[in-house]
């Protein structure tokens, strides 16, 4: 190549890679993300880029002017990535600022955790006790590990008392038992309370038997005495429609059959009109009518004189539900095992 053209050759290139950096420069100042300033890079600097395609002419110069344009070229090339550098940290903070701005915390917004929820028979126990308590009834407690006496003795059960294998139970190696149902409390209550009172007693009970649809070894009860000067049956229907009636939220027929339990005299089996035929008769009632809930009766004289009391001077009432019975007839569950069978699908429908 001509020396004059050569000149004029290489100051086109210097020229070229002037404009390149200012090119860049220019563009730079345009670019919002990442991905664009990334694609400005390799258009430029890259293998296939602009200043590539630049250097290629530099074959065609003088060894000097060749040496002079490379070196520019290296030059320019640093000061480019120096400006890309920059732009690059100034996107990455841009996007961060961006981010932020978008997230937002809540104080006030309620952490989304699992909730569980009280077991149905707690819940249904926790109701009964407002309705009772609603009518001046104290809930009371008493220990699952009773004395005989307690549980039989007390409650007019005699040593030799047929009624006595009416129950099966658990006896612990020195002597005491479960407690085979909650009336033990009607002693404890009797022991503490001053008459008159009023008591209810939920809790759990034990029974060493075979389990089916409507039998557990162990299951709730909720235990009631009423203690006054003059108490009859009457009083007794009153506090049970009244309950009934507020749990089962409609108006409840009751009526009474006898019934036979050592500590009440006289003693009944409380029935309910059935719930879901209105007393017409379906397969819940076997066609009676009547669902068999609950017993009950007034006091017998000798539990009242084992509580330490006058029996010419006070007569109660009590009466023995079935906790899990009334969640049953309430819900429509139809096998009692459900309950302590831990299946969280049975559960989770309460
Ligand atoms: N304790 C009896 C049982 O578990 C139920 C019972 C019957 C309780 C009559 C009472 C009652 O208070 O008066 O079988």
Redesign the pocket.
């Known amino acids: 190549m001509e020396k004059a053209f050569q000149t004029l050759f290489a100051m086109s290139i210097f020229k070229q890679i002037e404009d390149l950096k200012n090119k860049a420069e220019e563009q730079i100042q345009k670019i919002q993300t990442q991905t664009e300033l990334d694609q400005l890079h390799s258009s430029i600097l890259g293998k296939k880029g602009e200043l590539t395609s630049i250097l290629k002419g530099l074959k065609d110069l003088s060894d000097q002017e060749r040496r002079e344009a490379g070196s520019a070229a290296n030059e320019t090339r640093k000061e480019m990535d120096l400006l890309f550098g920059n732009a690059k940290k100034q996107i990455e903070s841009l996007e961060i600022q961006q981010r932020i701005s978008k997230e937002k915390y809540d104080a006030l917004k309620p952490i989304e955790t699992a909730q569980g929820h009280l077991h149905p028979v707690t819940a249904v126990q926790y109701q009964v006790e407002d309705i009772f308590s609603s009518m001046g009834f104290r809930v009371m407690d008493g220990p699952e590990v009773e004395t005989d006496d307690n549980n039989f003795g007390k409650l007019n059960f005699s040593e030799d008392h047929p009624a006595r294998d009416m129950q099966d139970t658990f006896w612990t190696e020195d002597g005491n038992l479960l407690r085979t149902?909650t009336?033990s409390v009607q002693v404890r209550a009797m022991e503490k309370l001053s008459p008159p009172f009023r008591i209810i007693a939920p809790g759990r009970v034990f029974r060493y038997e075979e389990t089916d649809a409507s039998h557990e070894n162990t299951f709730y009860?909720v235990?009631g005495m009423l203690i006054d000067r003059v108490v009859s049956v009457s009083n007794l229907i009153y506090i049970m429609k009244t309950f009934l009636s507020a749990f089962f939220e409609r108006d409840v027929k009751v009526r009474l059959r006898p019934g036979y339990?050592p500590?009440?005299e006289p003693?009944f089996e409380l029935d309910i009109h059935c719930l879901l035929c209105s007393g017409k008769g379906c397969p819940v009632c076997k066609q009676s009518g009547w669902l068999e809930l609950l017993?009950?009766?007034l006091v017998h004289p000798n539990v009242i004189r084992a509580g330490g009391m006058d029996p010419s001077e006070w007569q109660g009432f009590?009466?023995?539900m079935g906790l899990m019975r009334l969640v049953m007839m309430k819900y429509s569950i139809e096998d009692i095992r459900h309950f302590l069978s831990g299946n969280l699908r049975f559960l989770k429908q309460f």
């Open positions: 149902h009336s009860q235990e339990f500590f009440v003693g017993p009950c009766g009590a009466f023995g």
